[in-house]
């Protein structure tokens, strides 16, 4: 079972206006999202004052010391080694997963609980430690 967020949060900081214009266009586009070559939607963690923009990758460590985004975060001490994980399923699209972080993880602004798959969706904010990412899927 996938439990499911309350929407998006609003005022992120570090969202530029480009990444909201972006949001803008994806979130009408809900219907119509592009696909990449094994047919999973595009998911995007981006937080453009930081300069972070990851691509998802099903099954991908977010993590200070493991996994293919660790260089994103390897200088903020909150993150833990493995903090998260990403996860596609045809049934419940992207998910994310706090793996037993020491900062937690949080899904607009509500607190994970470890190893719970929570869905995401464009538009949503995922927390992890003190560094806000905005979700876009397309």
Known sequence: MVARSNGPAEGVPGMSESLKMEMAVTGSLRGNQQQN???????????????????????????RRTGPYSHFFEKYPYVSGTHAQLKYAVNTGWCIVDKHSSNGTKLNQRNLQPDVDMSLNNGDVLTIANINLQVIVR
């Open 37 to 63: 070559g094994n047919g999973i939607p595009v998911l995007t963690l981006a937080n453009d004052s930081l300069n972070i923009r990851i691509v998802g990758i099903n099954g991908a460590i977010i993590g």
